[in-house]
Protein backbone atom coordinates (compact mmCIF):
# COMPACT_ATOMS: atom_id res chain seq x y z
CA UNK A 1 0.00 0.00 0.00
CA UNK A 2 1.50 3.27 -0.89
CA UNK A 3 1.43 6.01 1.92
CA UNK A 4 -0.87 9.09 0.91
CA UNK A 5 1.20 12.43 1.54
CA UNK A 6 -0.86 13.31 3.76
CA UNK A 7 0.16 10.58 5.87
CA UNK A 8 3.69 11.28 5.42
CA UNK A 9 2.68 14.96 6.48
CA UNK A 10 1.17 14.11 9.49
CA UNK A 11 3.89 11.82 10.71
CA UNK A 12 6.48 14.67 10.02
CA UNK A 13 4.07 17.31 11.83
CA UNK A 14 3.76 15.23 14.90
CA UNK A 15 7.96 15.17 15.29
CA UNK A 16 7.71 19.01 16.03
CA UNK A 17 4.07 20.00 16.51
CA UNK A 18 1.82 18.27 19.47
CA UNK A 19 -0.39 16.19 17.88
CA UNK A 20 0.69 17.66 14.42
CA UNK A 21 -1.76 20.52 14.51
CA UNK A 22 -1.91 24.18 15.81
CA UNK A 23 -5.36 24.27 17.05
CA UNK A 24 -6.75 20.66 18.40
CA UNK A 25 -9.59 19.71 16.39
CA UNK A 26 -7.63 19.68 13.21
CA UNK A 27 -6.45 16.59 14.28
CA UNK A 28 -8.63 14.33 13.51
CA UNK A 29 -9.13 13.05 17.50
CA UNK A 30 -12.83 12.70 17.41
CA UNK A 31 -13.15 10.99 14.51
CA UNK A 32 -10.31 9.10 13.41
CA UNK A 33 -7.76 8.68 10.57
CA UNK A 34 -5.73 11.35 8.91
CA UNK A 35 -6.12 15.22 8.55
CA UNK A 36 -6.02 16.59 5.29
CA UNK A 37 -3.00 18.63 4.65
CA UNK A 38 -4.66 21.57 2.35
CA UNK A 39 -2.62 23.00 -0.27
CA UNK A 40 -4.78 25.74 -1.70
CA UNK A 41 -8.53 26.96 -1.81
CA UNK A 42 -10.59 28.04 -4.43
CA UNK A 43 -14.30 29.35 -3.89
CA UNK A 44 -15.99 26.46 -2.11
CA UNK A 45 -13.21 24.04 -2.97
CA UNK A 46 -9.99 23.24 -1.30
CA UNK A 47 -7.24 20.70 -1.88
CA UNK A 48 -5.19 18.39 -0.60
CA UNK A 49 -1.75 17.36 -0.54
CA UNK A 50 -2.68 14.60 -2.06
CA UNK A 51 -4.30 16.64 -5.19
CA UNK A 52 -7.79 15.57 -3.85
CA UNK A 53 -10.47 18.28 -3.99
CA UNK A 54 -13.51 18.69 -1.52
CA UNK A 55 -16.36 20.89 -1.02
CA UNK A 56 -15.20 22.42 1.96
CA UNK A 57 -18.09 23.14 4.51
CA UNK A 58 -15.68 24.48 7.59
CA UNK A 59 -14.43 27.89 5.53
CA UNK A 60 -11.93 28.44 8.25
CA UNK A 61 -14.30 28.11 10.49
CA UNK A 62 -16.34 30.94 9.05
CA UNK A 63 -14.16 33.29 8.04
CA UNK A 64 -14.40 32.02 4.55
CA UNK A 65 -17.79 33.78 3.78
CA UNK A 66 -17.19 35.28 0.52
CA UNK A 67 -15.51 32.07 -0.63
CA UNK A 68 -11.72 31.11 -0.53
CA UNK A 69 -9.56 32.93 -2.34
CA UNK A 70 -11.45 35.75 -3.28
CA UNK A 71 -10.33 37.90 -5.94
CA UNK A 72 -11.13 41.45 -4.05
CA UNK A 73 -10.28 40.50 -0.83
CA UNK A 74 -6.78 39.00 -2.49
CA UNK A 75 -6.23 42.23 -4.25
CA UNK A 76 -7.09 44.11 -1.12
CA UNK A 77 -4.50 42.25 0.74
CA UNK A 78 -1.85 42.57 -1.44
CA UNK A 79 -2.29 46.32 -2.24
CA UNK A 80 -2.23 46.59 1.80
CA UNK A 81 1.29 44.67 2.13
CA UNK A 82 3.28 46.56 -0.59
CA UNK A 83 2.94 49.07 1.50
CA UNK A 84 4.18 47.81 4.61
CA UNK A 85 3.09 44.86 7.13
CA UNK A 86 2.93 46.25 10.34
CA UNK A 87 3.07 50.00 11.64
CA UNK A 88 2.41 49.85 15.75
CA UNK A 89 0.39 53.09 15.26
CA UNK A 90 -2.61 53.93 13.98
CA UNK A 91 -4.02 53.97 10.03
CA UNK A 92 -6.84 54.83 8.74
CA UNK A 93 -8.28 51.94 7.56
CA UNK A 94 -8.80 51.00 11.54
CA UNK A 95 -11.22 53.87 11.31
CA UNK A 96 -12.83 52.96 8.52
CA UNK A 97 -13.28 49.63 9.80
CA UNK A 98 -14.09 50.40 12.90
CA UNK A 99 -17.12 52.71 11.30
CA UNK A 100 -18.35 49.99 9.06
CA UNK A 101 -18.43 47.78 12.74
CA UNK A 102 -20.93 50.36 14.12
CA UNK A 103 -22.92 51.20 11.09
CA UNK A 104 -24.04 47.27 10.89
CA UNK A 105 -24.11 46.42 14.02
CA UNK A 106 -26.41 49.37 16.43
CA UNK A 107 -25.72 48.34 19.46
CA UNK A 108 -22.04 48.95 18.85
CA UNK A 109 -20.70 52.72 19.14
CA UNK A 110 -17.19 51.96 19.58
CA UNK A 111 -15.17 48.91 18.81
CA UNK A 112 -11.97 47.70 19.66
CA UNK A 113 -9.88 46.00 17.40
CA UNK A 114 -7.97 42.63 18.59
CA UNK A 115 -6.70 39.69 16.55
CA UNK A 116 -8.27 36.52 17.59
CA UNK A 117 -11.94 36.03 19.45
CA UNK A 118 -10.54 34.49 22.04
CA UNK A 119 -8.86 38.42 23.13
CA UNK A 120 -12.06 39.49 21.95
CA UNK A 121 -13.81 37.78 24.85
CA UNK A 122 -11.26 37.83 27.33
CA UNK A 123 -11.36 41.79 27.18
CA UNK A 124 -15.42 41.79 26.82
CA UNK A 125 -15.01 40.00 30.27
CA UNK A 126 -12.27 42.24 31.40
CA UNK A 127 -14.47 45.09 31.06
CA UNK A 128 -17.68 43.92 31.85
CA UNK A 129 -15.58 42.93 35.45
CA UNK A 130 -14.12 46.38 35.37
CA UNK A 131 -17.21 48.66 34.33
CA UNK A 132 -19.59 46.63 37.15
CA UNK A 133 -17.02 46.27 39.84
CA UNK A 134 -18.13 42.39 40.18
CA UNK A 135 -16.16 38.83 39.50
CA UNK A 136 -18.91 36.29 38.91
CA UNK A 137 -19.72 35.84 35.39
CA UNK A 138 -22.18 33.30 33.80
CA UNK A 139 -21.52 31.43 30.66
CA UNK A 140 -23.69 27.95 29.22
CA UNK A 141 -22.79 24.76 29.09
CA UNK A 142 -21.33 23.77 25.27
CA UNK A 143 -20.34 27.60 24.39
CA UNK A 144 -17.13 27.76 23.54
CA UNK A 145 -15.53 31.43 23.78
CA UNK A 146 -11.95 31.11 23.10
CA UNK A 147 -9.45 29.94 25.51
CA UNK A 148 -9.36 32.55 28.22
CA UNK A 149 -8.69 30.84 31.57
CA UNK A 150 -11.68 32.04 33.07
CA UNK A 151 -13.59 30.66 30.17
CA UNK A 152 -12.51 27.01 29.65
CA UNK A 153 -14.77 25.41 32.51
CA UNK A 154 -17.74 22.86 32.67
CA UNK A 155 -20.56 23.08 35.13
CA UNK A 156 -20.08 22.14 38.71
CA UNK A 157 -21.59 18.70 40.23
CA UNK A 158 -24.74 21.08 41.12
CA UNK A 159 -27.48 23.62 40.09
CA UNK A 160 -26.00 26.80 40.74
CA UNK A 161 -22.49 25.89 41.76
CA UNK A 162 -19.37 27.11 40.42
CA UNK A 163 -17.83 25.30 37.33
CA UNK A 164 -14.40 22.77 37.11
CA UNK A 165 -11.49 23.74 35.13
CA UNK A 166 -11.74 21.47 31.32
CA UNK A 167 -8.36 22.09 30.78
CA UNK A 168 -5.39 21.30 33.05
CA UNK A 169 -3.30 24.51 34.21
CA UNK A 170 -6.30 26.76 34.72
CA UNK A 171 -6.23 26.60 38.53
CA UNK A 172 -9.18 26.47 40.56
CA UNK A 173 -9.23 29.56 41.58
CA UNK A 174 -10.15 30.90 38.37
CA UNK A 175 -12.95 29.73 37.48
CA UNK A 176 -14.36 29.81 41.14
CA UNK A 177 -16.12 32.84 40.15
CA UNK A 178 -17.54 30.96 36.54
CA UNK A 179 -21.27 29.60 36.99
CA UNK A 180 -22.15 27.72 33.93
CA UNK A 181 -25.62 27.03 33.38
CA UNK A 182 -27.67 24.81 30.93
CA UNK A 183 -28.57 26.79 27.58
CA UNK A 184 -31.89 27.78 26.24
CA UNK A 185 -33.06 27.34 30.41
CA UNK A 186 -35.01 30.31 32.12
CA UNK A 187 -35.50 29.22 35.12
CA UNK A 188 -31.67 28.52 35.85
CA UNK A 189 -30.88 32.25 34.88
CA UNK A 190 -33.53 33.47 36.73
CA UNK A 191 -32.74 31.55 39.98
CA UNK A 192 -29.52 32.54 39.37
CA UNK A 193 -29.81 36.05 39.61
CA UNK A 194 -32.91 35.53 42.64
CA UNK A 195 -29.82 34.19 44.09
CA UNK A 196 -26.91 36.25 43.57
CA UNK A 197 -28.22 38.81 40.74
CA UNK A 198 -26.11 41.67 42.73
CA UNK A 199 -22.72 39.88 42.45
CA UNK A 200 -23.01 39.15 38.72
CA UNK A 201 -20.85 40.93 36.21
CA UNK A 202 -22.19 39.52 33.05
CA UNK A 203 -23.83 36.96 30.95
CA UNK A 204 -21.58 35.85 28.27
CA UNK A 205 -23.61 33.73 25.40
CA UNK A 206 -23.43 32.47 21.73
CA UNK A 207 -26.94 33.54 20.93
CA UNK A 208 -26.83 31.54 18.12
CA UNK A 209 -24.51 28.12 19.78
CA UNK A 210 -22.02 27.07 16.71
CA UNK A 211 -19.77 25.28 19.16
CA UNK A 212 -22.08 22.36 20.62
CA UNK A 213 -23.31 22.06 17.20
CA UNK A 214 -25.71 24.20 16.30
CA UNK A 215 -28.20 24.93 18.41
CA UNK A 216 -30.64 28.04 18.14
CA UNK A 217 -31.11 30.02 21.15
CA UNK A 218 -35.30 30.38 22.05
CA UNK A 219 -36.22 34.22 21.69
CA UNK A 220 -37.73 33.66 25.42
CA UNK A 221 -34.29 32.67 26.53
CA UNK A 222 -32.58 35.31 25.09
CA UNK A 223 -35.10 38.21 26.37
CA UNK A 224 -34.97 36.81 29.79
CA UNK A 225 -31.28 36.99 29.95
CA UNK A 226 -31.51 40.38 28.26
CA UNK A 227 -34.28 41.63 31.12
CA UNK A 228 -32.50 40.05 34.08
CA UNK A 229 -29.17 41.76 33.02
CA UNK A 230 -30.79 44.94 32.56
CA UNK A 231 -32.58 44.46 36.13
CA UNK A 232 -29.89 43.84 38.10
CA UNK A 233 -26.88 46.09 36.56
CA UNK A 234 -25.35 42.95 35.05
CA UNK A 235 -23.30 43.69 31.40
CA UNK A 236 -25.03 41.31 28.57
CA UNK A 237 -22.33 39.73 26.03
CA UNK A 238 -23.41 38.82 22.90
CA UNK A 239 -19.94 36.62 21.76
CA UNK A 240 -21.02 36.81 18.36
CA UNK A 241 -17.29 35.93 17.31
CA UNK A 242 -19.04 33.02 15.08
CA UNK A 243 -22.71 34.02 13.97
CA UNK A 244 -22.16 37.43 13.82
CA UNK A 245 -22.16 38.40 9.96
CA UNK A 246 -22.52 34.81 9.68
CA UNK A 247 -26.89 34.30 10.40
CA UNK A 248 -27.56 37.83 9.00
CA UNK A 249 -25.74 41.06 7.97
CA UNK A 250 -26.09 42.26 11.71
CA UNK A 251 -25.58 39.09 13.67
CA UNK A 252 -27.81 37.18 15.44
CA UNK A 253 -28.85 40.45 17.74
CA UNK A 254 -30.60 41.48 14.74
CA UNK A 255 -32.05 38.50 13.68
CA UNK A 256 -33.37 37.89 17.73
CA UNK A 257 -34.18 41.83 18.22
CA UNK A 258 -31.97 42.29 21.23
CA UNK A 259 -29.37 44.62 21.95
CA UNK A 260 -26.60 43.37 23.89
CA UNK A 261 -24.34 45.68 26.12
CA UNK A 262 -21.23 44.54 24.83
CA UNK A 263 -20.82 42.25 21.29
CA UNK A 264 -17.13 40.04 20.51
CA UNK A 265 -16.74 39.63 17.01
CA UNK A 266 -14.15 37.48 14.77
CA UNK A 267 -14.03 35.60 11.85
CA UNK A 268 -15.95 36.85 9.14
CA UNK A 269 -15.03 40.88 10.05
CA UNK A 270 -11.22 39.40 8.90
CA UNK A 271 -11.99 37.67 5.97
CA UNK A 272 -9.53 35.02 6.84
CA UNK A 273 -7.13 36.97 8.50
CA UNK A 274 -6.45 37.59 12.15
CA UNK A 275 -9.24 40.50 13.42
CA UNK A 276 -11.37 39.92 15.78
CA UNK A 277 -13.28 42.89 18.08
CA UNK A 278 -14.81 44.11 20.62
CA UNK A 279 -17.32 47.02 21.43
CA UNK A 280 -20.84 48.08 22.77
CA UNK A 281 -21.71 51.84 24.05
CA UNK A 282 -19.27 54.81 24.24
CA UNK A 283 -20.12 54.99 27.77
CA UNK A 284 -18.76 51.57 28.45
CA UNK A 285 -16.21 51.49 25.74
CA UNK A 286 -14.52 54.62 27.13
CA UNK A 287 -13.86 52.11 30.47
CA UNK A 288 -11.07 50.86 28.01
CA UNK A 289 -7.25 52.38 28.51
CA UNK A 290 -6.17 54.56 27.28
CA UNK A 291 -8.89 56.92 28.33
CA UNK A 292 -10.23 53.95 31.40
CA UNK A 293 -8.92 52.02 34.04
CA UNK A 294 -9.41 48.62 31.87
CA UNK A 295 -5.97 47.56 30.54
CA UNK A 296 -5.86 45.88 27.17
CA UNK A 297 -3.34 46.02 24.58
CA UNK A 298 -2.13 43.92 21.10
CA UNK A 299 1.10 44.68 19.04
CA UNK A 300 -0.56 43.73 15.84
CA UNK A 301 -4.13 44.94 16.81
CA UNK A 302 -5.73 46.90 13.65
CA UNK A 303 -3.08 45.00 11.56
CA UNK A 304 -3.27 46.93 8.15
CA UNK A 305 -3.26 43.67 5.58
CA UNK A 306 -5.87 41.86 7.96
CA UNK A 307 -7.66 44.95 8.09
CA UNK A 308 -8.14 44.96 4.37
CA UNK A 309 -8.69 41.63 4.15
CA UNK A 310 -11.73 42.28 6.55
CA UNK A 311 -13.11 45.42 5.29
CA UNK A 312 -13.22 44.02 1.60
CA UNK A 313 -15.40 41.49 3.23
CA UNK A 314 -17.24 43.42 4.92
CA UNK A 315 -18.04 45.20 1.42
CA UNK A 316 -19.01 42.22 -0.51
CA UNK A 317 -21.63 40.93 2.70
CA UNK A 318 -23.46 44.18 1.75
CA UNK A 319 -24.41 43.30 -2.17
CA UNK A 320 -27.31 43.16 -2.39
CA UNK A 321 -29.38 39.26 -2.26
CA UNK A 322 -25.58 38.32 -0.03
CA UNK A 323 -27.50 37.02 2.50
CA UNK A 324 -30.70 35.44 0.60
CA UNK A 325 -28.24 33.41 -1.54
CA UNK A 326 -26.11 32.43 1.23
CA UNK A 327 -29.25 31.43 3.78
CA UNK A 328 -30.96 29.53 0.48
CA UNK A 329 -27.61 27.19 -0.27
CA UNK A 330 -27.58 26.73 3.72
CA UNK A 331 -31.32 25.40 3.63
CA UNK A 332 -30.84 23.63 0.20
CA UNK A 333 -28.16 21.63 2.03
CA UNK A 334 -30.11 20.85 5.37
CA UNK A 335 -33.32 19.73 3.26
CA UNK A 336 -31.50 18.27 0.86
CA UNK A 337 -29.09 15.61 3.61
CA UNK A 338 -32.41 15.36 5.64
CA UNK A 339 -34.63 13.75 2.85
CA UNK A 340 -31.92 11.81 1.64
CA UNK A 341 -31.07 10.25 4.88
CA UNK A 342 -35.11 9.91 5.12
CA UNK A 343 -35.47 8.10 1.89
CA UNK A 344 -32.58 6.05 3.10
CA UNK A 345 -34.95 5.45 6.42
CA UNK A 346 -31.21 6.94 8.33
CA UNK A 347 -32.10 8.72 11.98
CA UNK A 348 -31.11 12.45 10.93
CA UNK A 349 -31.88 16.19 10.99
CA UNK A 350 -30.46 19.33 9.94
CA UNK A 351 -31.08 22.43 10.68
CA UNK A 352 -29.94 26.23 8.95
CA UNK A 353 -29.97 29.89 10.14
CA UNK A 354 -27.92 32.11 7.95
CA UNK A 355 -25.04 30.56 6.16
CA UNK A 356 -24.60 28.09 9.11
CA UNK A 357 -25.92 24.89 9.61
CA UNK A 358 -26.04 22.10 11.82
CA UNK A 359 -25.93 18.34 11.12
CA UNK A 360 -27.69 15.86 13.71
CA UNK A 361 -27.97 11.81 13.80
CA UNK A 362 -30.98 12.30 16.01
CA UNK A 363 -34.86 12.23 15.38
CA UNK A 364 -34.83 16.30 16.34
CA UNK A 365 -32.36 19.15 16.98
CA UNK A 366 -30.91 19.16 20.04
CA UNK A 367 -31.88 22.28 22.26
CA UNK A 368 -28.71 21.85 24.85
CA UNK A 369 -25.04 20.32 25.52
CA UNK A 370 -26.94 16.77 27.05
CA UNK A 371 -29.14 16.69 23.93
CA UNK A 372 -26.38 17.22 21.25
CA UNK A 373 -24.07 14.70 23.93
CA UNK A 374 -26.93 12.30 23.51
CA UNK A 375 -26.82 12.05 19.18
CA UNK A 376 -25.45 9.19 17.69
CA UNK A 377 -21.54 10.07 17.10
CA UNK A 378 -20.46 6.65 16.33
CA UNK A 379 -22.80 7.45 13.08
CA UNK A 380 -21.40 10.64 12.41
CA UNK A 381 -17.89 9.50 12.27
CA UNK A 382 -18.82 6.90 9.89
CA UNK A 383 -20.58 9.65 7.63
CA UNK A 384 -18.21 12.37 8.00
CA UNK A 385 -15.31 9.93 6.61
CA UNK A 386 -17.19 8.10 3.87
CA UNK A 387 -18.28 11.91 2.86
CA UNK A 388 -14.95 12.84 3.02
CA UNK A 389 -14.23 9.72 0.65
CA UNK A 390 -16.48 11.34 -1.62
CA UNK A 391 -14.65 14.81 -1.69
CA UNK A 392 -17.02 16.51 0.70
CA UNK A 393 -15.29 17.79 3.80
CA UNK A 394 -17.62 18.30 6.58
CA UNK A 395 -16.37 19.61 10.40
CA UNK A 396 -14.11 16.65 11.46
CA UNK A 397 -15.83 16.17 15.19
CA UNK A 398 -19.85 16.14 15.64
CA UNK A 399 -19.57 18.67 18.12
CA UNK A 400 -19.32 21.82 14.86
CA UNK A 401 -21.66 23.46 13.47
CA UNK A 402 -21.23 24.03 9.43
CA UNK A 403 -20.88 26.74 6.94
CA UNK A 404 -21.62 27.92 3.12
CA UNK A 405 -20.09 30.48 1.38
CA UNK A 406 -21.66 32.71 -1.24
CA UNK A 407 -20.01 30.50 -3.51
CA UNK A 408 -21.60 27.28 -2.67
CA UNK A 409 -23.84 26.90 -5.61
CA UNK A 410 -26.76 25.43 -5.85
CA UNK A 411 -24.80 22.41 -8.24
CA UNK A 412 -22.14 22.39 -5.26
CA UNK A 413 -24.64 21.62 -2.76
CA UNK A 414 -26.61 19.20 -4.92
CA UNK A 415 -23.62 17.53 -5.55
CA UNK A 416 -22.94 17.28 -1.75
CA UNK A 417 -26.91 15.71 -1.25
CA UNK A 418 -25.79 13.28 -4.52
CA UNK A 419 -22.86 11.71 -2.45
CA UNK A 420 -24.95 11.99 1.22
CA UNK A 421 -27.46 9.76 -0.76
CA UNK A 422 -24.60 7.16 -1.28
CA UNK A 423 -23.49 7.49 1.84
CA UNK A 424 -27.01 7.34 3.53
CA UNK A 425 -27.81 4.57 1.55
CA UNK A 426 -24.03 2.32 3.09
CA UNK A 427 -25.29 3.50 6.39
CA UNK A 428 -28.55 1.93 6.25
CA UNK A 429 -27.09 -1.16 5.11
N1 LIG B 1 -16.09 32.63 20.42
C1 LIG B 1 -16.72 31.82 19.56
C2 LIG B 1 -18.21 31.80 19.55
C3 LIG B 1 -15.99 31.02 18.69
O1 LIG B 1 -16.63 30.22 17.85
C4 LIG B 1 -14.58 31.07 18.73
C5 LIG B 1 -13.71 30.21 17.81
N2 LIG B 1 -14.29 29.14 17.21
C6 LIG B 1 -13.97 31.94 19.64
C7 LIG B 1 -14.75 32.71 20.46
C8 LIG B 1 -12.48 32.03 19.71
O2 LIG B 1 -11.99 32.66 18.57
P1 LIG B 1 -10.47 32.44 18.13
O3 LIG B 1 -10.34 31.02 17.73
O4 LIG B 1 -10.28 33.41 17.01
O5 LIG B 1 -9.62 32.79 19.31
Excluded at 23 to 50: H, N
Excluded at 123 to 140: N, W
Excluded at 213 to 239: E, Y
Excluded at 274 to 283: C, K, L, R, T, W
Amino acid sequence: MTISNNDKLFARAQKTTPGGVNSPVRAFRSVGGTPRFITRAEGPYFWDADDKRYIDYIGSWGPAIVGHAHPEVVQAVQQAAARGLSFGAPTEAEIDMAEEICKLVPSIEQVRLVSSGTEATMSALRLARGATGRDKIVKFEGCYHGHADSLLVKAGSGLLTFGNPTSAGVPEDFVKHTLVLDYNNVEQLENAFAEMGDQIACVIVEPVAGNMNLIQASPAFLQAMRALCTKHGAVLIFDEVMCGFRVALGGAQHVYGIKPDLTALGKVIGGGLPVAAFGGSAALMSKMAPLGAVYQAGTLSGNPVAVAAGMTTLKLIQQPGFYEQLSAAAKRLADGLTAAAREAGVTFCADAIGGMFGLYFSATPPRNYAEMMAGDRERFNVFFHAMLDEGVYFAPAAFEAGFVSAQHSDAVIDETIAAARRVFAKLAA
